[in-house]
């Protein structure tokens, strides 16, 4: 499956999905909107209720129209003839509540027009700033005339309307959860494929770094087994030296190949010795030293760590400063300028190998220390490896508690930044 059919499965998946969802969250609204509206109708009839009750026990034969009033979402206010007894009102409330099935914590306020004054019931308990807000509501009402009214306040209306709506929830629930497998399943997708194309760029490039050594090692015998190469040693010298080589290079190919098989952490076997990491960097940088200088190159050393004895594997730790600075140099399009410092810092050791080459996208930062990741070098075509030199560093330095990151800007460079603890 090429590149891409899978972005057109995958942008018409997640249109597929953004229609249900879109419709899902229109038929919520809509049933939110219906149990509000079934809630605020039970809510004034009950409070319609109440007020008939309250105009009977004061045998009040007066009638009043459409007394009850919804001052906000949660807030409703009912007009009275005279002043009720709030354990009395309480009592009502409760009763045709029960009564309608509105089973919600509520609280009441009773005005006396009499006094200008408010007051508070105690059926719930209500922070200063709920208070504050239902006086202002309250004094701020408008009547045909002046008198006496109780408010009732809903504080958990908007949850209680929610908890209603059981089946749209589960429905809501259940496409989360579709919407969760589907992300998932397109990761691993696009993870296989991503794999899938690393995998296919170390084989051919593997089968390209084999190829060449066993061509040359073909020809070279095939020199050897001419009748008249005995008669020319130096000839029959230089081809054996040729074969040699080619071997030796050959091996160290498949020793790269198969250090994966030492990188897992739970099979790699590690010696620990006192090693003066200052005097192993210099060592290694020696060793770099003549292919920089054939490219015109320098390499700098600014040692500033005043401690860098470190108890480690001198191999593996060698092998990781080799890869980072055999990296540099690779990735060097220009006379190559590399650059390693090292730092402490709270009982860390920081090395770090900077260089002035091509630089990494932050795309490709995101995999760089991935096995068989090799990061595009556009123009250059030279550059060999199989894309395990950074996965094996990060290895190494994760296996000793150390950490490696990468700061790298395309067309600028790379700084490739080890820490170590030192205890």
């Known amino acids: 499956m090429n590149r891409k059919t ?237 074969i040699k080589e080619e071997n030796n290079r050959l091996k160290n190919q498949v020793d790269k190949v198969l250090q994966l098989a030492t990188l897992d952490k739970d099979k790699l076997k590690l010696e620990n010795e006192e090693i003066d990491l200052h005097e192993l960097i210099t060592s290694s940088v020696k060793s770099f030293g003549l292919i920089v200088r054939e490219r015109d190159g320098e390499i700098l050393c600014e040692l500033n760590a005043n401690k860098h004895n470190f108890f480690g594997d001198r191999i593996h730790i060698t092998n990781t400063l080799h890869n980072l600075i055999d990296n540099a140099i690779k990735y060097s399009t220009k006379k190559p300028k590399i650059e390693v410092a090292t730092n402490y810092h709270k009982g860390f050791i920081e090395i770090s190998v900077k260089d002035n080459g091509i630089g990494v996208s932050k795309e490709g930062q995101k995999y760089i220390f991935e096995k068989f990741y090799r990061a595009p070098t556009d123009n250059v075509h030279d550059v060999k490896g199989f894309g395990l030199g950074l996965n094996y560093v990060k290895t190494i330095v994760e296996a000793y508690s150390g950490s490696v990151k990468l700061v790298s800007k395309e067309g600028e460079g790379s700084t490739f930044v080890i820490k170590l603890p030192l205890q």
């Not at 009839?45 to 309250?54: D, F, G, K, P, Y």
């Open 6 to 242: 899978i972005r057109i499965i995958i942008f018409l998946a997640t249109l597929s999905l953004i229609g249900i969802v879109t419709t899902q969250i229109f038929w919520v609204r809509e049933a939110y909107n219906l149990q509000e509206k079934q809630f605020n109708e039970r809510v004034r009839m009950s409070l319609n209720s109440v007020t008939n009750e309250l105009l009977s026990i004061h045998k009040d034969e007066a009638e009043l129209f459409n007394p009850v009033k919804q001052v906000s979402s949660n807030y409703y206010v009912t007009l009275i003839n005279d002043t009720v007894n709030p354990y009395l009102l309480e009592n009502l409330l409760k009763n045709e509540f029960a009564e309608r099935n509105i089973k919600i914590d509520f609280e009441y306020v009773i005005y006396d027009c009499f006094t200008d004054s408010i007051v508070f019931g105690n059926y719930v308990s209500l922070d200063n700033q709920e208070q504050d807000q239902l006086q202002s509501k309250s004094y701020n009402m408008e009547w045909d005339r002046d008198g006496h009214y109780f408010g009732v306040y809903f504080p958990s209306k908007q949850s209680y309307i929610i908890n209603e709506m059981g089946i749209w929830l589960f429905s809501s629930s259940i496409i989360l959860i579709i919407i969760v497998f589907f992300a998932y399943t397109i990761s691993v997708i696009l993870k296989q494929k991503r794999l899938s194309e690393i995998k296919n760029d170390f084989i051919n490039n593997i089968t390209h770094e084999f190829k060449t050594p066993i061509s040359t090692i073909s020809l070279s015998a095939d020199v050897l087994l001419g009748d008249n190469i005995v008669e020319e040693p130096q000839r029959l010298s230089n081809y054996a030296r040729i």
